[in-house]
């Protein structure tokens, strides 16, 4: 969520190199785990990814909250994740955004993709979303688009000599 306004490209500090090359790495993690599929959840793959805090089924089918990864992956999928990720994977996330819409459009209610989903269920879904979830979505697509929330961010006074005083460097930006 610190992304939506702190531009991670040609971001460094004294632990990371690059921020964005960390984020998109994170978010190939999650793709390529769903391409491979090691549990063998249908539905999984390419156009079918995305992992993170959101409501979950549980074994007896009642509706709980998890923290879904790639250790901890229950056969859910959580679109926010791959959707919030169109910056680091574009051609990945509009996959997702485009089979959401075309072939699985009870996933998709009146704000869009529903916060927890799954085709190995039944194609089970939550009919409810999280704030917290869908805040996400549009603003990292207009980062993608346009980079608007970044700059906007990045080049407020306060955040510059915030993230001078914090020891960040950038290649983008001047602080």
Same mark, same amino acid.
């Not at 790639?70 to 089979?99: C, H, I, Q």
């Not at 009146?110 to 805040?135: E, K, V």
């Not at 993608?144 to 960040?168: C, H, Q, S, V």
């Given at each position: %969520?610190?992304?939506?306004?702190?531009?991670?490209?040609?971001?460094?500090?004294?632990? @990371?190199?690059?921020?964005?090359?960390?984020?998109?790495? *994170?978010?190939?993690? +999650?793709?390529?785990?769903?391409?491979?599929?090691?549990? +063998?959840?249908?539905?999984?793959?390419?156009?079918?990814?995305? =992992?993170?805090?959101?409501?979950?089924?549980? +074994?007896?089918?009642?509706?709980?909250? !998890?923290? *879904?990864?790639?250790?901890?992956?229950?056969? @859910? @999928?959580?679109?926010?994740?791959?959707?919030?990720?169109?910056?680091?994977?574009?051609?990945?996330?509009?996959? @997702?955004? &485009? =089979?959401?819409?075309?072939? /699985?459009?009870?996933?998709?209610?009146?704000?869009?993709?529903? !916060?927890?989903?799954?085709? *190995? %269920?039944?194609?089970?879904?939550?009919? &409810? %979303? #999280?704030?917290? !979830? +869908?805040?996400?979505?549009?603003?990292?697509?207009?980062?993608? &688009?346009?980079?608007?929330?970044? /700059?906007? =961010?990045?080049?407020?006074?306060?955040?510059?000599?915030?993230?001078? /005083? #914090?020891?960040?460097?950038?290649?983008?930006?001047? =602080?």
């Amino acid at each position: %969520y610190s992304y939506l306004g702190l531009d991670p490209t040609g971001l460094s500090d004294r632990l @990371v190199k690059n921020y964005f090359d960390l984020n998109r790495s *994170h978010a190939m993690i +999650q793709y390529s785990y769903s391409v491979e599929n090691p549990k +063998q959840w249908k539905g999984y793959g390419p156009n079918y990814w995305g =992992f993170t805090a959101s409501y979950t089924r549980n +074994q007896d089918g009642t509706v709980g909250y !998890d923290a *879904h990864n790639p250790k901890n992956d229950r056969g @859910v @999928v959580t679109p926010t994740a791959a959707l919030s990720s169109f910056p680091y994977t574009p051609k990945e996330s509009m996959n @997702v955004l &485009r =089979f959401l819409y075309t072939e /699985k459009s009870e996933f998709i209610g009146s704000a869009g993709p529903y !916060d927890a989903t799954s085709i *190995h %269920y039944g194609n089970w879904f939550t009919p &409810r %979303y #999280l704030a917290i !979830d +869908q805040g996400t979505i549009a603003p990292m697509i207009e980062n993608y &688009r346009t980079g608007l929330l970044w /700059k906007l =961010f990045m080049n407020a006074p306060e955040i510059k000599n915030g993230l001078r /005083k #914090l020891d960040f460097k950038s290649t983008k930006y001047n =602080f």
